[in-house]
């Protein structure tokens, strides 16, 4: 099964700062890479699908790039609401695979 | 107004069973892939099973097959998971989701917690 290995796990940031988190597929994986948000005790929420498509009603700081085995969730101007754990998820073919998540604080 | 209502989860002995229901409204079953993803306590999220459409295909975690079963009644609404010889490390919030862009996830259950334990 592919593992997808995210980094780093925890990060802690200032308001303002560009963050960036990195989602590797141990082998070459499709577009089919989905970005979500997930702040304490709510449930998962989309942010990003095919490795760049912004989800309807997210914030346009927020973006995903990347290909291959090396993907990208970048926000720009990291925000209060923005602390969360961040998870990638390969949507190719199953089984699927989420990342283990990338916690995200403000400094 | 997409809304997926999970419900059967509680507690198990090791070995013993339960059934989990999803009631889904505000969109046409019918049409759309689903899975149950779970979370156990403190940690990520884990994709346990998804089934297609029409019910004709379903797919399992390596950790779960053999032992768990996924189906669905469109004519209900309504997404299910039979979980068998349970195990203390199936402990999790149990979600299920509504696929999106063929199996991303764009709704997801309120989660039903599933304890294993003697």
């Known amino acids: 099964d592919i593992q997808m290995t995210q980094s780093p796990s925890s990060l802690s940031a200032s308001v303002g700062d560009r963050v960036t988190i990195t989602c590797r597929p141990s082998?070459?994986?499709?577009?089919?890479l989905a970005w979500y948000q997930q702040k304490p005790g709510k449930l998962p929420k989309l942010l990003i699908h095919d490795a760049s498509t912004l989800q309807s009603g997210v914030p346009s700081r927020f973006s995903g790039s990347g290909s291959g085995t090396e993907f990208t969730l970048t926000i720009s101007s990291l925000q209060p609401e923005d602390v969360a754990t961040y998870y990638c998820q390969r949507y190719d073919d199953a089984p699927l695979t989420f990342g283990g998540g990338t916690k995200v604080e403000i400094k | 107004e997409v809304q997926l209502l999970d419900s059967g989860g509680g507690l198990a002995q090791p070995g013993g069973s339960l059934r989990l229901s999803c009631a889904a409204s505000g969109f046409t079953f019918s049409s759309y892939d689903m899975s149950w993803v779970r979370q156990a306590p403190g940690k990520g999220l884990e994709w346990v099973s998804g089934?297609?459409?029409?019910?004709?295909?379903?797919y399992y975690a390596d950790s779960v097959k053999g032992r768990f079963t996924i189906s669905r009644d469109n004519s209900k609404s309504t997404l299910f998971l039979q979980m068998n010889s349970l195990r203390a490390e199936d402990t999790a919030v149990y979600y299920c989701a509504k696929a999106y862009r063929k199996s991303c996830f764009d709704y997801w259950g309120q989660g039903t917690l599933v304890t294993v334990s003697s």
């Open positions: 082998q070459v994986i499709s577009n089919h």
């Open positions: 089934i297609s459409a029409s019910g004709g295909s379903t």
